[in-house]
């Protein structure tokens, strides 16, 4: 394990999440989600913690290898790499920067707000994000999709075919939510296609280590800390921060940044990663959920990283 210094503390990360993994390994709030119904079935006693700094340290504790589907969390590098292709303005124009208030999958955030999406990190903003991922057809943008995520994780990512098949068996929700935003004049293409190719970003396999690589290569300005290859610029971290920061746990968001300080992204199998940048991300994954779909235990591993790490943003001290 090598560790260069970009963390405080940095001499003790190690030390610092094998703490924040036995502090909460006992945790048992909250619940799985089954509205996907395979994601009913995970062992909920999965637990794993890793951080990532941008100097190249790295560190694992519990199921940190342990694969699960992605979710949401791909909503946060899918947006980056729409950003990189069109730039802050279109994408802006798009999809919104401003949080819904409402649950995630909601309808009538749409419909309340003359049909924009709002933001990029609940369902219909990813939707019509996933819809600005360049390709002449539905099967070239979710090779685009693959291939940029899997950058951002400095390996292959591969999908789960099994949750994939659940989802898009069960997905009526988005497949409207897809509807809605052609009849606003705010999806090209097939809407069906564009919520089959983001149902299977959704089912993307990662572990909580490949999710501190990528939100570490938000925090080092685009750059995967592994890898050392660019994945996006400088620019599309900060706009991608920005806003995971205001909508990232959804209605959340806001009890999140005061409590915890730092731009995060949840996905309903129990993946969360919050960016620490110029410095380095943590991610956790254990799939018991609060209710708006965050896992529960994650937060409060994380929350402890940030404090141990002296992570809040706003923290001038
Ligand atoms: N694939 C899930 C859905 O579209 C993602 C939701 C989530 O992780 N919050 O419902």
New binding site residues.
């Given amino acids: 394990e090598v560790s260069t210094g970009t963390l405080p503390g940095w001499d003790r990360v190690d030390e610092i999440v094998q703490e924040a993994h036995a502090r909460y390994v006992s945790e048992r709030g909250g619940r799985v989600?089954d509205?996907?119904p395979v994601l009913a079935e995970v062992d909920p006693e999965l637990f794993g913690l890793a951080v990532i700094e941008v100097g190249g340290g790295l560190h694992d504790a519990g199921d940190a290898l342990h694969p699960f589907s992605i979710?949401?969390?791909s909503k946060m590098f899918v947006y980056a790499l729409a950003i990189q292709e069109h730039g802050h303005e279109k994408v802006r124009d798009i999809v919104g920067v401003n949080n819904t208030g409402l649950a995630?999958?909601s309808v009538i955030a749409m419909e309340l707000n003359g049909g924009h999406p709002m933001n990029p990190m609940v369902?219909a903003g990813?939707i019509a994000t996933t819809a600005l991922m360049p390709g002449a057809t539905a099967v070239e943008q979710w090779e685009r999709v693959r291939e940029g995520l899997s950058a951002f994780a400095g390996r292959p990512l591969s999908l789960d075919g099994v949750v994939y098949a659940s989802?898009a068996e069960t997905?009526d929700?988005?497949r409207a939510l897809g509807r809605l935003l052609r009849s606003y004049g705010r999806l090209d293409g097939d809407p069906d296609e564009i919520v089959d190719v983001?149902?299977r970003q959704?089912?993307l396999n990662v572990t909580a280590h490949d999710l501190a690589v990528m939100g570490a290569t938000l925090a080092d300005g685009g750059v995967n800390p592994v890898t050392g290859e660019r994945v996006v610029s400088a620019d599309v971290c900060r706009d991608t921060l920005a806003v995971v920061a205001s909508s990232g746990l959804?209605e959340r968001s806001g009890d999140w940044l005061f409590e915890i300080g730092l731009p995060a992204k949840?996905?309903?199998?129990g993946g969360i990663v919050a960016v620490a940048p110029g410095k380095g991300a943590a991610a956790g994954f254990s799939p018991r959920l609060d209710d708006a779909?965050n896992s529960v235990r994650s937060q409060m591993a994380i929350g402890h990283l940030s404090r141990s790490l002296g992570l809040n943003l706003f923290a001038s001290a």
């Avoid at 949840?266 to 199998?269: F, L, N, R």
Wanted: proline share 0%.
């Fill in positions: 989600a509205y996907i979710q949401s969390i995630f999958n369902n990813a989802e997905n929700r988005n983001y149902t959704c089912a959804y949840s996905g309903v199998a779909g």
